[in-house]
C-alpha cells in the first residue's frame, strides 16, 4: 500500500503521479507525523484559462485527495475511506503560484475513528482554501469525507 512510503517518498511519489504533474501540481510536504500536507500549483500553459488565470478544475483537483490520504493514513486499511462530495467557490482569478494546506489535529482523526468504531458511516466535512503568493484567498473548497470499518474489522 503506497501510504505506507515515509511522507518523503510518498510526496516524490504524488508529484510523479500524471494527472498532479500534467497540472502543474506539487505536493510540497508532508508532514512528518502526517496531520498536514501543503500543495501548490504553478502555472503552465496547459493549465491556465482564457483569461490567463489557472483553469478552476486544477484548482480543484489540487485539493482532491488529501484530506481522504490524511485518513487513510490515520486510521488504516481497516477503513473504507474517499472523498464522497466536493464544492468548490472561486473568489478570485488564481494567478501566479496558488496553494493549499491540509491538516486534521490527532484529536479530530480520533474523533472519527470513534464514530465509525462499531461499522457506522460517517461523513465528516472539512474545508480548504486556496491563496495565491500573497496570501490573498482564491478558492474555498467544502470537501465530505466518507470513513467505515470495513466489514469483519469491527472490535
Avoid at 501543503?38 to 486544477?58: C, Q, T
Avoid at 494567478?95 to 460517517?122: D, H, N, T, W, Y
Avoid at 482564491?138 to 469525507?145: F, L, W
Amino acid at each position: 500500500m503506497p501510504l505506507r512510503l515515509p511522507p518523503r517518498l510518498f510526496r516524490l511519489a504524488m508529484n510523479w503521479w500524471p494527472p498532479f504533474r500534467g497540472a502543474g501540481i506539487r505536493v510540497r510536504s508532508i508532514a512528518p507525523d502526517w496531520h498536514a500536507v501543503e500543495v501548490e500549483l504553478r502555472p503552465r500553459a496547459m493549465n491556465r484559462n482564457p483569461h490567463g488565470a489557472h483553469f478552476g478544475g486544477s484548482l480543484f483537483a489540487m485539493t482532491d485527495p488529501f484530506y481522504a490520504l490524511i485518513l487513510q493514513r490515520h486510521l488504516g486499511p481497516d477503513y473504507r475511506i474517499w472523498d464522497q462530495w466536493s464544492s468548490i467557490e472561486f473568489l478570485k482569478p488564481g494567478e501566479g503560484i496558488v496553494s493549499a494546506r491540509f491538516e486534521l489535529a490527532p484529536q479530530e482523526i480520533e474523533r472519527v475513528r470513534l464514530a465509525a468504531a462499531g461499522g457506522a458511516k460517517v461523513l465528516p466535512e472539512y474545508v480548504v482554501e486556496v491563496r495565491d503568493r500573497h496570501g490573498a484567498l482564491v478558492a474555498r473548497v467544502q470537501k465530505r469525507v466518507y470513513v467505515r470499518l470495513r466489514r469483519g474489522a469491527q472490535t
